[in-house]
């Protein structure tokens, strides 16, 4: 019943109920629709008024909690470094790779920030005790290579693919050393890295890094994790081709056991067909 026949039920009601004259009855009916009313407009203006809305935990807050580094085990050799940064008003997680080896460290992709990529270079040492032998960065995105110059000022070698190179120093991201459009095979003492251009996607240059001897799968920005609802920041994208390029990756790795997304949490390669049905949506 709507409150419209609830209150002409107790208006007819009312003289019967309480034995009072006419005169009371419409007193008391209006005292009655008054409070309804008051409730209603209540109701709405909470729904409506950010005011009155509790206010969730500011930006600057969240990234004070969220500046050090996760660090997420895969396999003995691989692990996730998983940075923070912020964008459109949110605050989201990033993840690279650690891969170690029998004569040193192999990142994939930096930090989000410079003061986490700071935190990395200590957590290596602390954990690990090894050296970086390089650094391989997946596109020009400060998601990706926001620490770069930090890896500059120490002497560690940053790779990239020529299209990298050039969006980075346009973007201001700082100098790669492009050599990965021809050397997609690189040594690694007791492991080997190999990286792989599927073609435009999330971006136009990005690459995925896959490491053959765990079986581990990297792909950036370019895929997508099972909780993803969209696809994200598509300023660069190429929603027409990016899926191709997924099918590409598909065919090249069918044995991949593990697959990182640049965002959210690792799994299998239904995090690429996943990626393709966000696409399908997007594009329909």
Not at 23 to 36: D, E, G, N, T
Not at 107 to 129: C, G, H, M, N, Y
């Amino acid at each position: 019943m709507d409150s419209n026949k609830i209150l002409n039920s107790i208006k007819s009601r009312l003289p019967k109920l309480f034995h009072i004259n006419l005169k009371s009855s419409i007193l008391i009916f209006s005292l009655i629709k008054l409070l309804f009313i008051g409730v209603s407009i209540f109701h709405c203006h909470w729904q409506k008024d950010p005011d009155l809305i509790p206010t969730p935990v500011s930006i600057e807050k969240d990234l004070q909690k969220s500046n050090h580094l996760e660090w997420i085990k895969i396999k003995e050799s691989v692990w996730i470094h998983r940075s923070f940064g912020e964008f459109g008003g949110q605050i989201y997680s990033a993840n690279g790779l650690v891969v170690l080896t029998n004569k040193g460290v192999v990142v994939v992709d930096t930090p989000w920030t410079e003061s986490q990529t700071e935190e990395l270079f200590s957590e290596i040492q602390a954990k690990f005790q090894k050296e970086i032998l390089y650094v391989i960065v997946t596109h020009a995105h400060d998601d990706r290579m926001a620490g770069v110059s930090l890896f500059q000022n120490r002497n560690i070698p940053i790779y990239s693919t020529n299209l990298t190179a050039k969006l980075a120093k346009e973007r201001g991201f700082g100098k790669t050393n492009p050599i990965l459009d021809l050397q997609t095979r690189l040594g690694a003492g007791n492991q080997s890295v190999e990286v792989f251009y599927p073609g435009p996607g999330h971006s136009a240059d990005n690459i995925v890094v896959w490491l053959p001897d765990t079986h581990i799968l990297f792909g950036g920005c370019f895929v997508k994790s099972l909780d993803a609802k969209d696809l994200g920041n598509t300023k660069d994208a190429n929603l027409e081709e990016w899926e191709n390029s997924l099918k590409r990756v598909l065919a090249r790795y069918p044995d991949a056991e593990v697959v990182v997304p640049g965002h959210g949490d690792w799994g299998k390669l239904d995090l690429l067909r996943h990626t393709i049905r966000l696409l399908v949506a997007a594009n329909h």
